[in-house]
């Protein structure tokens, strides 16, 4: 079992890394759309690759790695919020 403290730590970690990763999926997007299919996997699997390993440094860093199924809910939940907040941003400038 582990501590109250280190749960609530890789969970706040773990949201505010899927909000990140969301706000950079969206951002590698609009930069790689000009270059062909093979190039656009390439870039997407070395990316996803550097964002892993990212994230398990940083899960080692707060909590010797300890990897839990909240983690995966929190980074889920937090790449949603992402699209979320950035919806709700766009239809209030709009009005």
């Known amino acids: 079992m582990i501590d109250l403290k280190l749960q609530i730590n890789l ?3 773990s949201f ?3 909000f ?3 706000a950079l999926i ?3 997007n609009e930069k790689i759309i ?3 299919m093979h190039m656009k996997l390439f870039f997407s699997v070395f990316l996803i690759i550097i964002v892993t390993i990212l994230y398990f440094i940083g899960i080692l860093k707060i909590g010797n790695a300890i990897f839990h199924i909240y983690s995966i809910f929190s980074i889920i939940i937090g790449f949603v919020m992402y699209d979320i907040i950035i919806n709700y941003i766009a239809n209030s400038n709009k009005k």
């Open 11 to 13: 969970i706040i970690f």
């Open 16 to 18: 505010i890394f899927g």
């Open 20 to 22: 990140l990763f969301s």
């Open 26 to 28: 969206e951002w590698f």
């Open 34 to 36: 000009k270059y062909s």
